[in-house]
């Protein structure tokens, strides 16, 4: 089993940045490739971005191109997200997920999930 725990979540002005870290625990070896979603209200959860395991590969949804990355360390078995140039709409809930076997942004590939963080940008 493998346990995951977001971190790093507040409130920012719009074009602030914030940087989320997801540190895993457990079983961590069965955490090949890594990946961030988020839910505002009244939304369906939705993909961010995701890193395979080495940390060469990384694949983002259209909104999050060229204003976040996402990077692990394997070392510390965390996770981050690097979020920049944020807006309003960015406000979510943001979830880390473990355990899929390819970078993918079906919510239903990943095994592992955290509570989440809440994301809050002010206009």
């Known amino acids: 089993q493998v346990q995951l725990v977001e971190s790093g979540g507040g409130l920012v002005q719009a074009g602030g940045s914030l940087r989320l870290s997801c540190t895993a625990s457990g079983r961590t070896f069965s955490t090949p490739a890594m990946g961030w979603f988020r839910q505002a209200p009244g939304k369906e959860r939705e993909f961010v971005a995701a890193?395979?395991?080495?940390?060469?590969?990384?694949y983002y949804a259209d909104s999050a191109k060229g204003r976040f990355t996402i990077s692990r360390d394997n070392a510390e078995n965390t996770v981050y997200l690097q979020m920049n140039s944020l807006k309003p709409e960015d406000t979510a809930v943001y979830y880390c997920?473990?355990?899929?076997?390819?970078?993918?942004?079906?919510?239903?590939?990943?095994?592992?999930w955290g509570r989440g963080t809440q994301v809050t940008v002010s206009s």
């Open positions: 890193i395979s395991r080495n940390g060469v590969s990384a």
């Open positions: 997920a473990g355990g899929s076997l390819l970078l993918s942004s079906r919510p239903s590939e990943y095994n592992y």
